[in-house]
């Protein structure tokens, strides 16, 4: 009777970790997959700017434009921080 208990335990014990095993194995595959997606984005991307090398330029220039606007708007922030500044006193 008691070896039967123990043998209903061990085949217990052996589910248990079989379906621990298959749920870190359903995860470790989804893992795999986002970054199976990421590396094919990854891919496009830079087939996409050896395809298309005006591409890398104009994005250069849009980066270069966004650096100017920005600056100017610092300024401009400045000069309104002054302004409010000198109102108050």
């Not at 123990?6 to 986002?34: F, G, H, V």
């Not at 990421?38 to 270069?64: C, F, Q």
Request: include cysteine.
């Amino acid at each position: 009777m008691a070896e039967a208990e123990a043998q209903e335990e061990n085949c217990d014990k052996s589910i248990e970790m079989i379906e621990k095993c298959n749920k870190d194995l359903e995860t470790l595959l989804e893992e795999m997959e986002k970054i199976t997606v990421r590396a094919a984005w990854m891919t496009y991307g830079i087939v996409t700017i050896h395809t298309n090398p005006d591409l890398a330029s104009s994005m250069k220039h849009l980066e270069d434009a966004f650096l100017r606007c920005k600056e100017q708007v610092g300024r401009k922030w400045q000069e309104v921080l002054k302004e409010s500044k000198g109102e108050e006193e």
